[in-house]
């Protein structure tokens, strides 16, 4: 089973400022098999990022997915009151598909 | 527009079962896999299992092999979700969510969250 780490747990900025979120696995990811969800309380989780770099239906250019092998980031580069949230990353290259513990971003 | 809609919520007692449905529409039922994943109070996402709404094979998530199964009904477009034997640490947010697909892929769209609370 491929363990997801994110970092940090909670990350306290202000509406504005860039966000770095990071998620490390415990064995090789392809990025073609690697994801970002946005959660807000009382809220399913929304896909964010797809194949590690790609932008899913909708969502704004300001968030941006990179990274590769055992290390994924996802850059959120002006907050918005919006973004405020907790965010996942998910790696499925296969069974069992695996979930990082989650990065809440909160306002400062 | 891809809907799932899920229905099953509410209060069972430790030892009893639950099933959660998750009615799918607007593309085609067979075409996508569904997955399931809980979300416990205040905490993190867990995969449970899929299942293939094409041929009804299964793959769940060895935590749980024994007391889920999914199954599904193509005349109604619904899969559904049941799990035994419940216990207090059973109590979450149980979703649904269409892969895109083919083949292992992300989760596009999800149902609302049915939530179970098992309590005696």
């Known amino acids: 089973e491929i363990v997801l780490t994110q970092s940090p747990g909670t990350l306290s900025l202000s509406p504005g400022e860039r966000a770095t979120l990071s998620c490390r696995a415990s064995q090789s990811v392809s990025s073609t098999y690697f994801a970002w969800y946005q959660q807000k309380p009382g809220q399913p989780p929304r896909l964010l990022m797809y194949?590690?770099?790609s932008r899913a239906t909708g969502i704004p250019d300001r968030f941006r997915g990179s990274g590769s092998g055992t290390d994924f980031t996802l850059t959120i580069s002006r907050l918005e009151p919006e973004d405020f949230a907790v965010y996942y990353c998910q790696q499925y290259s296969g069974s069992p598909w695996t979930f990082g513990q989650g990065t809440k971003v909160e306002i400062k | 527009q891809v809907q799932l809609v899920q229905s099953g919520a509410g209060v069972k007692k430790p030892g009893a079962s639950v099933r959660v449905s998750c009615k799918a529409s607007?593309?085609?039922?067979?075409?996508?896999?569904i997955h399931w994943v809980r979300q416990a109070p205040g905490q993190g996402l867990e995969w449970m299992g899929w299942i293939n709404p094409n041929t009804g094979g299964t793959d769940y998530a060895h935590q749980f092999q024994g007391r889920v199964t999914m199954t599904r009904d193509t005349s109604t477009t619904t899969v559904y979700m049941e799990l035994s034997r419940l216990r207090s640490d059973d109590t979450a947010v149980y979703y649904c969510a269409r892969e895109r697909g083919p083949g292992n892929s992300f989760f596009e769209y999800w149902g609302q969250g049915a939530l179970v609370t098992v309590s005696s």
């Open positions: 607007g593309y085609t039922f067979t075409g996508h896999y």
């Open positions: 194949d590690a770099s």
